[in-house]
């Protein structure tokens, strides 16, 4: 099991190095290519640049990264890991697909240098970790990405 779960994350990665190396040399288009691999993924992913932000968030030395979409906010390691139930599911327990769409967006924005980096206070980094663990969103972040 432990084997096979490594093997799933080096999928991952490799996938997403992929779509990373296309976007340098061609159009956002040119990722669909990886689609029928990802199951819909990735052209998932392309639907959802216009209502999602990727949060680089900064605090004291420590930071995170998260997924910012209309209806839920997911903590993600770049490239690695998502906290969402299709990584966990498909991904993680199933080995049924390399990615998340949350994951290309994120290699997306940061290939069109639009992640947006936020230095908070360690409570407000502190607050926003646990409402997205409990919640799967952040009525913390959406107020200081509103005032950012
Ligand atoms: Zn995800």
Redesign the pocket.
């Known amino acids: 099991m432990v084997g096979k779960m490594r093997l799933v994350r080096e999928d991952t990665l490799y996938m997403l190095n992929l779509i990373e190396d296309a976007l340098k040399g061609g159009s956002l288009e040119s990722i669909l290519k990886y689609d029928t691999k990802a199951k819909g993924r990735v052209r998932k992913a392309l639907d959802m640049l216009g209502s999602s932000t990727i949060v680089h968030l900064v605090c004291n030395g420590r930071s995170s990264w998260f997924?910012v979409g209309p209806h839920s906010v997911?903590y993600?390691i770049p490239k690695t890991y998502?906290?969402?139930i299709?990584?966990n599911i498909n991904v993680i327990f199933r080995g049924r697909i390399p990615t998340?769409?949350?994951?290309v967006v994120h290699v997306i924005n940061t290939a069109l240098g639009r992640v947006k980096t936020l230095n908070v206070k360690i409570n407000d980094y502190e607050k926003i970790l646990e409402e997205v663990i409990k919640e799967e969103d952040s009525r913390r972040l959406r107020v200081l990405l509103v005032k950012a």
């Open positions: 997924y997911h993600i998502c906290s969402c299709d990584f998340c769409y949350h994951l």
